[in-house]
């Protein structure tokens, strides 16, 4: 069937589903498309935090597509990659990778002086938006993973091993468990309920005392708790071994070289076999493969 054009702005469940294509979220590789990227990528200024270098962010704004890195934009996509993934279908490593990947661009951003945090123009505002719309999409798509979906468009469903805490059976006394926290307030992109306004804190102990809501380490309401899993296992290994290799990725474009901090932050990882495919042809690239 022949591609539709769709034009900015883009709705606010087209935003999600577009971000969730372009950093090629979904567990089948097969299903993966090139994104799109900025016109500029290879003047040496961008960066890879999306899996490719310059990879534009979908934003709700009447531009649609924004380069974090330049004042880039793109007011049209194919319709086929607004179609919505189910829940299913998202590859939690892969959203792991890509958050700690964001994260650390929207850190660097607004700790450096002549970071876009210090622009006071529009395109240094419609950058910091759009950095914040990706993390936003991106927690909204590991919350699904996780079994509560958030994302716009689907219905609000909290499904697996969740226990509903109002109505449900409340854990045995000492028994290590996961808490679903929520609060609509929250603002800040830094809090890892920005987007859904869900999140998880993770091998809490319950106390038959105080019940659940001892759990709590933070404001929010606890919605559902669900026994804890053990996060040793190999494949949560993994894991941290993508989001860190993604992190020195970063780093590596933002310096341009193998400076001794990206050699130093790149042997402390272990062994960089579990990184994402385009930090790894980085890094090989550079020689660090063989270092």
Avoid at 46 to 69: S, Y
């Amino acid at each position: 069937m022949k591609s539709r054009i769709i034009k900015a702005p883009f709705n606010s469940s087209q935003v999600q589903s577009l971000n969730e294509a372009q950093l090629h979220l979904h567990v089948d590789p097969l299903q993966a498309i090139h994104p799109f990227t900025c016109a500029n990528r290879g003047d040496g200024e961008h960066g890879d935090e999306g899996g490719d270098l310059g990879v534009l962010i979908a934003t709700p704004a009447g531009w649609g597509w924004v380069c974090p890195h330049c004042d880039h934009t793109q007011g049209w996509a194919h319709d086929a990659m607004a179609i919505p993934l189910e829940s299913s279908a998202l590859s939690a490593p892969k959203i792991a990778a890509r958050l700690r990947a964001y994260e650390a661009l929207y850190h660097a951003n607004n700790s450096r002086p002549d970071a876009p945090s210090s622009d006071l123009s529009a395109v240094g505002e419609r950058r910091r938006n759009a950095v914040e719309t990706m993390l936003a999409c991106l927690r909204r798509a590991a919350m699904a993973a996780e079994g509560v979906e958030t994302r716009p468009g689907w219905p609000m469903t909290v499904t697996g091993d969740w226990v509903c805490a109002e109505t449900g059976p409340r854990p045995i006394d000492g028994q290590r468990v996961d808490v679903l926290m929520h609060d609509e307030s929250i603002a800040n992109p830094n809090h890892p309920g920005f987007g859904p306004a869900y999140w998880v804190q993770s091998n809490r102990v319950y106390d038959a005392r105080t019940r659940l809501l001892c759990l709590m380490t933070e404001p929010g309401n606890v919605t559902h708790w669900r026994p804890h899993t053990d996060t040793s296992s190999a494949e949560a290994k993994n894991d941290w071994a993508r989001g860190y290799y993604a992190a020195v990725a970063l780093l590596l474009r933002e310096e341009g070289c193998v400076t001794p901090s990206v050699h130093s932050l790149y042997q402390q990882g272990g062994g960089a076999e579990f990184a994402d495919d385009a930090d790894a042809e980085l890094f090989r690239a550079h020689g660090l493969n063989s270092t």
